[in-house]
């Protein structure tokens, strides 16, 4: 079986942009999370999806906001970027929100 | 607020057991988990331990988990140059809306293996 899927795997992009990440859970789960991974620390949560409805939020601003589609597909989506919002992006997958299954995570490099 | 605190490393030699231990604030934590991370991708699911047990063994792995100290272990028997990685210890809060609160993780633990 396929597991957590992200795309793209690297992105590059300067200050002030938009950027779009992406995420495919695993077959049958309908919940999805958001993290983000700085170098060096541990993830830190920045949402909950289930069912398409967003469950819980992190301690992030609001230039970070999300979706979840029909198929439990979810966005992430990060306005003005900064040089801080450097860093890897994981989405994980559940069946119900407990025991999380990690993808291999997008890692974003702002200029 | 909820915290989790890990040594940032450990040396061992490889063919000796890896101890790493990790501590924990949240009183209501349900879920304990151990991931692992190796260079350049996400994170592996190693193990997992609901807070009503003190142990867990899975092949080479044992968790321990003592409640009343807030503290977690995750023993790895015989340890190979494989295993070298970043482990995580997380938790995840007594269920509010569904586990809407995702997980707190630790600052991770350097595994160095020596040969």
């Known amino acids: 079986d396929a597991g957590v899927t992200q795309s793209p795997t690297h992105l590059i992009k300067t200050r002030g942009q938009h950027v779009t990440l992406r995420c495919s859970p695993i077959?049958?789960?309908?919940?999805v999370s958001w993290y983000q991974q700085v170098l060096g620390q541990g993830p830190q949560f920045i949402f909950q999806?289930?069912?398409?409805?967003?469950?819980g939020r992190g301690n992030f601003p609001d230039r970070f906001s999300a979706r979840q589609f029909p198929n439990y597909s979810s966005e992430l989506n990060v306005n003005a970027l900064l040089l801080g919002d450097s860093a890897l992006y994981l989405c994980?997958?559940?069946?119900?929100?407990?025991?999380?299954?990690f993808g291999p995570g997008t890692r974003l490099t702002v200029l | 607020g909820e915290d989790v605190e890990q040594s940032l490393f450990l040396s061992v030699r490889e063919g000796d057991s890896s101890v790493i231990n990790c501590t924990y604030t949240?009183?209501?934590?349900?879920?304990l988990y151990w991931y692992k991370q190796e260079p350049g991708a996400g994170l592996q699911l190693l193990t997992y331990?609901?807070?009503?047990?003190d142990m867990k063994q899975d092949q080479r792995l044992t968790v321990l988990l003592n409640k009343k100290d807030k503290h977690l272990s995750l023993r790895i028997a015989d340890t190979q140059t494989g295993d070298s990685a970043i482990y995580f210890c997380?938790?995840?809060?007594?269920?509010?809306?569904?586990?809407?609160?995702?997980?707190?993780f630790g600052k991770g633990t350097h595994l160095i293996i020596q040969p």
């Open positions: 994980a997958s559940s069946v119900d929100a407990d025991t999380q299954y």
């Open positions: 077959s049958g789960h309908k919940s």
């Open positions: 331990i609901f807070s009503n047990m």
């Open positions: 999806y289930y069912e398409k409805e967003e469950r």
């Open positions: 997380a938790e995840s809060p007594f269920l509010r809306g569904g586990g809407a609160d995702g997980l707190t």
């Open positions: 949240d009183s209501s934590s349900t879920y």
